[in-house]
């Protein structure tokens, strides 16, 4: 379990030195309009969001529904899979022990 916590860990803190170095190097409304204007952009940002989706439900119901809940999923589509990550990171045993008993 620590290896597997630790491998999304690195795979977080990559992406986020991606997002800091795009973010350093180029225009994100140049990049934006472009992405928009494109179809395979656009499948893109949908895939994006249905991920957000997804992992809001899987938090939502890991988190008994609750304000706690929130404070995870409201971060989602702002701050994106690295917040993700880190909730499974610090999640990851819970939610074995959770699926092991089903």
Same mark, same amino acid.
């Given at each position: 379990?620590? +290896?597997?916590?630790? *491998?999304?860990?690195?795979?977080? /803190?990559?992406?986020?030195?991606l997002?800091?170095?795009? +973010?350093?190097?180029?225009?994100?409304?140049?990049?934006?309009?472009?992405?928009?204007?494109?179809?395979?952009?656009? *499948? %893109?940002?949908?895939?994006?969001?249905?991920?957000?989706l /997804?992992?809001a439900?899987?938090?939502?119901?890991?988190?008994?529904?609750?304000l706690?809940?929130?404070?995870?999923?409201?971060?989602?589509?702002v701050?994106?899979n +690295?917040? %993700?990550a880190?909730?499974? +990171?610090?999640?990851?045993?819970?939610?074995?022990?959770?699926?092991?008993?089903?």
């Amino acid at each position: 379990m620590k +290896v597997l916590q630790a *491998v999304i860990a690195a795979a977080a /803190l990559g992406f986020a030195a991606l997002i800091i170095i795009a +973010v350093a190097d180029g225009s994100f409304s140049e990049a934006g309009r472009w992405l928009i204007s494109e179809p395979w952009g656009l *499948v %893109t940002l949908a895939d994006l969001y249905l991920g957000f989706l /997804l992992s809001a439900v899987i938090i939502w119901f890991f988190e008994a529904r609750t304000l706690h809940a929130l404070l995870w999923i409201l971060p989602i589509p702002v701050l994106g899979n +690295v917040w %993700t990550a880190v909730w499974f +990171v610090m999640r990851l045993p819970h939610l074995r022990e959770r699926m092991a008993r089903r």
